[in-house]
């Protein structure tokens, strides 16, 4: 198992600005996994942050708006970036300690003004 | 594209009553199979997995599910739910070629006391 925790829990932003949220992990975990999740929809990845290479946007999100980072094997930021009010949702950090096996963290959740 | 439908998007039970919730998924590969729950207040956490082997799975809780590759369907099924099992709960889907995960759009249980 592991215990995630992200920082902040909520903020409340302004359009045109940026905010990075943390997710850190309480053990070594290679794979790290950033995803969205919008009012009444599902989760949709945003992104795969493995540790020591550049992360893998899914389809839909780019580096520009969303740009994450992964400095060691306990931690990841994911910075959205020139936001607006579209992108208000909850945002979710999660990591996988066994194959198909992920933990999440508890959320950030955005509101754009 | 790969998806994953949940048939029911609220649902509203006693105390008592069965439960089964519907998911299938779309895709023709091999793939493993999960039922996520998030109970109000708490992270997203995993309810129960099917790889291989066994069709029936059995989780935490009393729950199950029910692997039938025919219809392409993983329900999820409790046989007396509890007031404590009101939550959202999410069927998810990974592809065994792939590490992502693609999730339902979930299902509200609102279980009355």
């Known amino acids: 198992s592991a215990v995630i925790s992200q920082k902040p829990s909520r903020d409340i932003c302004q359009r045109g600005t940026s905010l990075t949220i943390q997710c850190q992990v309480d053990s070594q975990v290679t794979m790290m996994f950033w995803y969205r999740q919008q009012p009444g929809q599902s989760l949709t990845l945003i992104a795969t942050a493995n540790q020591g290479s550049e992360a893998t946007y899914e389809s839909g999100f780019v580096i520009d708006k969303f740009p994450i980072s992964r400095p060691n094997l306990t931690f990841s930021t994911l910075t959205v970036s020139n936001m607006s009010p579209e992108d208000s949702s909850i945002y979710l950090c999660?990591?996988?300690?066994?194959?198909?096996?992920?933990?999440f963290g508890p959320g950030t959740r955005l509101t754009v003004t | 594209a790969q998806s994953v439908s949940q048939h029911n998007h609220h649902v509203i039970l006693s105390e008592a009553a069965s439960l089964e919730l519907g998911c299938n998924y779309s895709?023709?590969?091999?793939?493993?199979l999960f039922w996520y729950v998030q109970y109000p207040g708490q992270h997203l956490q995993l309810l129960l997995k099917y790889f291989s082997g066994d069709p029936l799975v059995k989780g935490i809780k009393g729950f199950e599910a029910e692997f039938i590759k025919s219809k392409f369907s993983f329900n999820l099924r409790k046989p007396s739910v509890q007031w404590s099992d009101t939550a959202e709960y999410f069927c998810a889907v990974r592809l065994n070629r792939d590490d992502k995960i693609i999730f339902g759009k979930g299902t509200r249980l609102h279980i009355l006391p």
């Open positions: 895709y023709g590969g091999t793939v493993n």
């Open positions: 999660s990591v996988e300690t066994a194959p198909g096996e992920q933990y």
